[in-house]
């Protein structure tokens, strides 16, 4: 199909053929460079003068005729080739009405119309060129024929009620409103008949209208602008009743807000402040909280003017009660929202509210019975008894709200320790002792956590209850055998106590253990304990019992420290005089020396045989024995410790993946002095085996 705009022609005649860019075979810069200005100016100058048609002046009425016949024909062939198009209709017609030929401007506009009736440009310019010409019925005739085709064009209206007025036929353009209000246009219709009727004053009119306007248009802002029009011409008991029936109507519409705003201040302008607070009160109860925002800054500041200290306070915090409120109500389990709501309460002080809102709270028990879902909810119940107990001052309260607690958490999936402390230390704190170790005895039974354990043995040592500790650490240890904080901790509680003999059986216990979280803590433990009580021997056989379950490095360095450090224990309450003291403290180091040896030699021995692959450590070994020999002057023999040194190297090695080897990366290796002379020998041995191949061949020759 081709475009009805084009009439007969086709876009290929109707293009524009641009010339073809010509190649520019040289693109180096020219010699002499002009300005875009420059070939502007130039262009313009040699431009060359436009054809314009010669003027043609009519002298008399046949030429006047053959005019007219020949542009009736121009016009008359353009509208054949493009009929759809309005703009040649409209320029037709125009020429027409030039000539004063408004039987045929008529005839050409008719024409477009049957054309194109739908098109109210047409109907518009159609109609001015009848009013331009006083032809008022004409005019009139159009507008009617318009507005019965195309009601629904409110421009078309307007003009026809704005032509009637300036005619200064008011009946006739109320009865063309009339007419407009029967297809109940929009709103901007209504107030212009409004609007209308009260340039001529008709205020009773204009007050049927406006009924009639919010029965079409039953809007929030259709009825505040009623009630503004009664307000306006005094009518205040009228208004009054447009906002009371509005609210009747529009109590849950979405712009409610805005109708209640209004009805307050109007209330405030009338001086009527119970009725305003009231109507805030109201709208506040019936708004949801998230379409409220207007309505509460306007609230506040109502009652910054005209409320008391109260007032103001308890509109502030109503703001944002209510704020609370929506929250909690849309997500209950969002404890957040419930310790930022009770924060509020707390802030005003009524203790009924308080407590009412903490009761709301807590019964939001998370459903499942998760640690993970019930660590934010516990402490609304902390909250709670903290509450009761240093505010309200209740002690009753407190306890029933710590005794519910524990009753709730479900003990036997997971507790809370924290819980059972504060019940003991509340109970402690009403000097209660028998109730605290009541509760911290259910805590042991029905949920035993270390907490529980080192905070009742902490209470029972304050009070000097020496058997109820060694009873509670034996029921530690019954629970968790593993524990090398419980045993050092209860063979610490023996040695301050004296009984040596006990801690050392305690120590024995622990390390017989088949299982130790944190064995290394308790061996240190019980060396230390040992050497604090000076029994050497003793901690030399701790040792040996250590090495037999374990070669780890550590264990090694600590024995070799131990021996170097025992001399001095040994001769310090010596009572000999300064001579002898001297000489024994001579032979004492050099003992302490043989004996350090002794353990580095094992040490290195063991690293070379069994453990050759852990080259470093064996490395770090070597380095703290040469730092004691080092420590000892003039005893210790250097030399001896370094030609054991090894050398560091530094080599690569291929980093492996799934998908094979995908690089190099660095590394420390160490060569140490035994293994360079097996290095040094397969060299030789391959050197005699070469040197005996070419010998041999030489021979066959």
Not at 508 to 520: F, G, R, V
Request: with cysteine.
């Amino acid at each position: 199909m081709g475009d009805p705009s084009l009439g007969y022609l086709t876009k290929k005649d109707t293009e524009v053929k641009l010339p073809r860019p010509t190649r520019v075979k040289n693109k180096t810069p020219a010699p002499i460079q002009i300005t875009a200005e420059q070939i502007l100016r130039e262009a313009r100058e040699r431009q060359e003068a436009e054809i314009r048609p010669p003027k043609q002046k009519i002298t008399d009425v046949t030429e006047l005729n053959d005019y007219r016949l020949r542009k009736r024909k121009e016009f008359e062939d353009l509208i054949r080739r493009v009929r759809w198009n309005t703009g040649v209709w409209i320029k037709y017609a125009q020429w027409e009405e030039s000539q004063k030929d408004f039987n045929r401007a008529r005839s050409v506009w008719e024409r477009a119309l049957e054309v194109d009736y739908r098109n109210h440009t047409l109907w518009l310019k159609y109609a001015e060129v009848e009013m331009k010409n006083k032809f008022v019925n004409h005019a009139r005739n159009v507008w009617d024929r318009a507005v019965t085709l195309l009601p629904r064009v409110d421009q078309i209206w307007y003009k026809y009620i704005h032509m009637e007025e300036i005619l200064g036929n008011v009946a006739g353009a109320r009865q063309v409103f009339e007419r407009w209000m029967n297809w109940q246009p929009d709103q901007q219709g209504w107030l212009s008949y409004i609007k209308f009727e009260l340039r001529y004053n008709e205020i009773e009119r204009a007050r049927a209208i406006l009924e009639r306007f919010v029965q079409c248009h039953p809007k929030v802002s259709s009825w505040i602008r009623y009630a503004k029009f009664e307000m306006k011409n005094g009518e205040i008991g009228r208004a009054r009743n447009c906002y009371e029936r509005a609210v009747d109507k529009l109590a849950d519409d979405e712009e409610a807000e805005q109708l209640f705003v209004a009805f307050a201040e109007f209330e405030e302008r009338c001086k009527e402040s119970e009725r305003a607070r009231c109507i805030y009160k109201f709208a506040l109860d019936h708004i949801p909280k998230g379409r409220a925002e207007d309505l509460y800054r306007k609230f506040v500041a109502f009652e910054k003017q005209y409320g008391d200290k109260e007032g103001i306070e308890d509109a502030i915090v109503g703001k944002r009660r209510f704020q609370y409120e929506d929250e909690v109500k849309k997500n209950p389990l969002n404890y957040d929202s419930w310790f930022d709501y009770i924060r509020l309460e707390e802030s005003v002080g009524n203790k009924d509210r308080i407590r009412e809102v903490y009761e709301r709270a807590i019964a939001n028990v998370p459903p499942a019975a998760e640690k993970r879902y019930w660590q934010r909810y516990i402490y609304l119940w902390i909250n709670y008894a903290l509450y009761e107990e240093l505010d309200a001052q209740d002690m009753e309260r407190t306890r029933d709200v710590y005794r519910e607690c524990l009753k709730l958490i479900p003990h036997a999936k997971f507790s809370f320790a924290k819980i059972w402390l504060l019940a003991a230390q509340f109970e402690i704190r009403q000097l209660n002792l028998k109730a605290a170790r009541q509760i911290l005895g259910n805590a042991i039974g029905k949920a035993p956590k270390d907490k529980i354990f080192k905070k009742y043995i902490e209470i029972e040592l304050q009070l000097g209850n020496i058997d109820r500790c060694r009873k509670l650490y034996e029921k530690y240890l019954e629970w968790a055998p593993e524990n090398c904080y419980a045993w050092s901790k209860y063979a610490e509680l023996e040695r301050s106590l004296s009984e040596t003999e006990r801690a050392r059986a305690i120590f024995e216990l622990a390390i017989a253990q088949p299982a130790l979280d944190m064995p290394e803590l308790l061996w240190k433990a019980y060396i230390d304990f040992e050497i604090s009580e000076g029994e050497f021997q003793r901690t030399r056989e701790l040792y040996e019992r250590l090495l037999a379950r374990t070669k780890h490095l550590k264990v090694w360095i600590s024995y070799a420290q131990f021996e170097a450090s025992t001399m001095e224990k040994d001769v310090r309450d010596s009572d000999l005089p300064e001579d002898e003291v001297q000489e024994s403290l001579q032979y004492q180091k050099q003992l302490c020396l043989q004996r350090v040896r002794r353990v580095f030699e094992r040490a290195v021995n063991y690293f070379r045989t069994s453990a050759p692959e852990l080259k470093e450590e064996r490395a770090m070994l070597l380095d703290e024995w040469l730092n004691i020999e080092t420590s000892f002057g003039e005893l210790g023999d250097v030399n001896s410790v370094r030609i054991k040194l090894p050398k560091k190297l530094k080599r690569r090695r291929p980093i492996e993946t799934e998908d094979g080897p995908t690089g190099y990366e660095e590394y420390i290796d160490y060569l140490f002095p035994e293994e360079t002379q097996t290095t040094n020998l397969k060299i030789l041995e391959a050197a005699y085996k070469w040197k005996k191949q070419k010998f041999n061949g030489s021979d066959e020759d």
